[in-house]
């Protein structure tokens, strides 16, 4: 592979893999605002960043089940409808190290950065299967089951050096309510070559493996992507699955996110003077479900405090889909006072009232996905 034309990077960011680049921000930059930054945004790659300096040329396909198959040009997205959808984006890997602690597991060690919030702008992909004749979803749209699998220009090795591929059903897809992009833009500029350029999708809700990078082809097709990112990772095993009895025909891809949260303002580790502190965090779920509540303890769970919640700088978030950001997160915060050492944690609550987990062993699984076990860190108090 060739890794010879990578882009630059912050020098802030915590690199996990080099080749391919998998790096996060530390977490205090996560809290400093509701919108992340596109430079600190966590960068989740396969394989080497594409080159793509003709964007004139630049075109992708629609092809598979469908009567007239159509080559879109970059003008043919931007004529449609734009959107701005403020979306979280979590790798499913997400706090793997922490998880790879209780007991090891294969995967990119992340600690709690792989997640950010931005504003991603582009054209729905409901707009742009209209294009080829795909009915928007009503109430009477028949998806027969299909699904829509999106390939992208990179190459990876786990794809023996083809492209890293993902797909969602046709029903979500045509859904205008999904709100899933083709994105051009994050946070109103325009994509970065680490983050898509020039065009990726976004699946809001759902883990950040399915919003394939550099788009290249959009194939509708009958039964769900069989590439390896969707059919050999990025499902959800119990604790007695491990790597010499593992079936992965028997789970399902992961696709919505749980509910999480992660304290921000503090390391795992952190020693503190005596009095008073401000703890704050991000809280998220998947699916659309908005955070209905985050509970902070400073007694290692015994009791428990209500935290504040806010979206957008400085409001105070309404757990309410019509007045809040759906899609993105909230952050959280609560001022307390801490005499003695002790370990602060914290666990949110979701719209449909899912809680996370308290133990990460209960959760663990052999790829280290999905730790939304209650965030812990120990505090040391010293005079
Ligand atoms: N798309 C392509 N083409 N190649 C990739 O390696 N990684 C996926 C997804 N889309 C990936 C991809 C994974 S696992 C994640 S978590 C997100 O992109 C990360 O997106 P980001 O780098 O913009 O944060
Ligand atoms: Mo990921």
Redesign the pocket.
Known sequence: SDYSQEPPRHPCLQINSKE?FNAEPPRSALVSSYVTPVDL???????PIPVVDDIERYCFDITGLIQTPKNLYMRDVRMLPKYNVTAI?????NRRTAMSKTRKVRGVGWDVS?I?NAVWGGAKLADVLELVGIPKLTSRTQSGGKHVEFV???K?KEENGG????SIPLIQATNPEADVLLAYEMNGEPLNR???YPL?VIVPGV????????LDSINIIAEECQGF?MQKD?KMFPPSVDWDNINWSTRRPQMDFPVQSVICSLEDVQSIKPGKITITGYAASGGGRGIERVDVSIDGGKTWLEASRSQKTGIPYISDHESSDKWAWVLFEITVDIPHSTEIVAKAVDSAANVQPENVQDIWNLRGILNTSWHRVQVRVGH
Do not use: E, M, T
């Not at 984006?89 to 890997?93: E, I, S």
């Not at 883990?207 to 550099?214: M, N, P, T």
């Open positions: 391919p945004f966590y960068k989740r790659n396969h394989g984006l979590q790798c499913a890997g792989a950010g992208s220009i990179d990876c492209p890293y591929k993902a680490d983050h898509g990726r883990i950040g493996a399915r919003s394939v990078k550099w990112f990025y």
